[in-house]
């Protein structure tokens, strides 16, 4: 694997879903004790596993809901059923476990850069102890029973976040799109299944898990992502080729506005912190920590950005988020 596949491969996620035998779905899942014997459950077999801190959303302002799901550690649906969901964190936050969302069950497992078996080693690891613990709904001929049809079978989902600004730019994604779902793969927004693109960050995954081993999905959309990542690698040395002063340019003042600025609203923050990225990524700009950096585009969105200020109501966001970025840019960003 290239090197440089890390400034495009984000990051790794594998996620199963699971739903506990006798139980119905969320949609019918109204009776509260059903919904506490789940993630009375399933917390049981977070013990035997690890530290974990577990949460009932109905616990929560929805300003903290908003930042869990800001952070890509919870989903909208759980969201949704606040009153009967929960979700468990591990210290490191990488592996989440999410109660009463779609299904009853949905583990997932994030690690940094391009590689689906670390954390599908892991995940693996802690749904085996699940199953042995939970009397979980399967069957010999569609296997794991889930709540769409898509996830039937191995019901896992393997995805890869990746950053694509050059293909963006020379109009290839939706060519991307088009074929991907050929492919039986599907290219998806920053937060998932019906969301816009934000910052050139997008989602691939297998659209389906039935008929399919794991590893046969692990290595089907690896191979795929491998494939994006040297057309992304490419695009970028097509840039620089044709229009080198234009770009440079446009990650200057992107660098420039988002150092400067006195009002800063949330997608142009997502857009511009891209710009710098690329920029690093290009070699115009010098990012002295990659990880903080990437933090920013959470932490200037509206809910996390609450919950880190703690601003009045009588300060206007968007001056709260220039003043925060303005500051955390001076620190992390020089010219190269």
Same mark, same amino acid.
């Given at each position: 694997m290239s090197e440089n596949f890390d400034k495009i491969a984000i990051t790794s996620r594998i996620r199963l879903a699971r739903n506990v035998a006798g139980f119905n779905f969320f949609t019918k899942l109204r009776d509260e004790k059903d919904a506490k014997f789940i993630v009375d459950a399933v917390s049981a077999a977070l013990s035997k596993f690890g530290d974990f801190d577990i949460v009932k959303l109905k616990n929560l302002s929805i300003n903290e809901c908003n930042s869990l799901l800001e952070r890509h550690l919870i989903s909208k649906e759980l969201i949704e059923n606040k009153d009967i969901s929960a979700v468990a964190l591990s210290d490191d936050e990488h592996l989440i476990v999410m109660m009463n969302e779609e299904d009853h069950i949905r583990e997932q497992c994030l690690c940094g850069g391009f590689n689906l078996y670390r954390p599908y080693r892991e995940i693996k690891r802690f749904d085996d102890l699940l199953l042995s613990e939970v009397d979980v709904a399967y069957s010999d001929e569609y296997g794991f029973i889930t709540s769409s049809p898509a996830n039937l079978g191995t019901a896992m989902r393997a995805s890869v976040m990746l950053f694509l600004p050059a293909l963006e730019r020379n109009g290839d994604i939706e060519l991307i799109k088009k074929e991907a779902r050929g492919l039986g793969h599907t290219l998806r927004g920053l937060y998932g299944e019906g969301t816009a693109t934000y910052g050139s960050f997008y989602q691939i995954s297998n659209q389906n898990s039935l008929g399919m081993s794991e590893e046969e999905i692990i290595d089907n959309v690896s191979d795929y992502v491998f494939q994006i990542c040297q057309m992304e690698l490419s695009a970028r040395e097509d840039i620089l080729s044709s229009n080198h002063d234009e770009l440079i340019d446009e990650i200057f003042r992107a660098y420039g506005v988002l150092k400067e600025c006195l009002?800063?609203? *949330?997608?142009?923050?997502?857009?511009?912190?891209? $710009?710098? #990225?690329?920029? *690093?990524?290009? %070699?115009?700009? /010098?990012?002295?920590?990659?990880? &903080?950096?990437? /933090? $920013? &585009?959470? *932490? %200037?969105?509206?809910?996390?950005? #609450?919950?880190? =200020?703690?601003?009045?109501? =009588?300060? #206007? =966001? =968007?001056?709260?988020?220039?003043?925060?970025?303005?500051?955390?840019? %001076?620190?992390?960003?020089? #010219?190269?």
């Open positions: 009002i800063l609203g *949330e997608r142009e923050m997502i857009e511009l912190l891209s $710009l710098v #990225k690329f920029g *690093e990524a290009l %070699g115009f700009l /010098k990012i002295s920590d990659q990880k &903080s950096f990437d /933090k $920013l &585009s959470v *932490e %200037g969105c509206s809910a996390n950005l #609450k919950e880190i =200020e703690n601003f009045s109501i =009588e300060k #206007k =966001e =968007e001056r709260v988020r220039s003043e925060y970025i303005n500051k955390k840019i %001076g620190e992390l960003v020089k #010219k190269a």
